[in-house]
């Protein structure tokens, strides 16, 4: 398999997030399943390269995060332009 780019790393952070939220503006906590998958799917090597990525995703306000300084508790909830922004992704 080929190596994700930054931005496919992004793209599919967000597209989980989407996933996991049972609604629009519903904040996801990642438990450990949830971290597995990343890993697996998003090409992450642990929680801080997810906390980086999703801080890195607050910075450009598609999500606001919570998440802890030591990456133990990562969590987020995507925000209207974020929801506009995987509008686009899909059209693609």
Do not use: H, P, W
Request: charged letters at 25%; hydrophobic letters at 35%.
């Amino acid at each position: 398999m080929s190596r994700m780019t930054t931005q496919q790393k992004l793209d599919c952070l967000l597209k989980q997030f989407d996933t996991l939220a049972r609604y629009q503006g519903d904040g996801v906590v990642l438990n450990e399943n949830d971290v597995q998958l990343l890993m697996k799917q998003c090409s992450f090597i642990n929680t801080n390269e997810i906390g980086f990525y999703i801080r890195s995703l607050d910075e450009r306000r598609l999500i606001v995060s919570d998440c802890s300084a030591d990456n133990t508790i990562l969590q987020a909830t995507i925000t209207i332009d974020g929801y506009c922004y995987l509008d686009k992704l899909k059209r693609l």
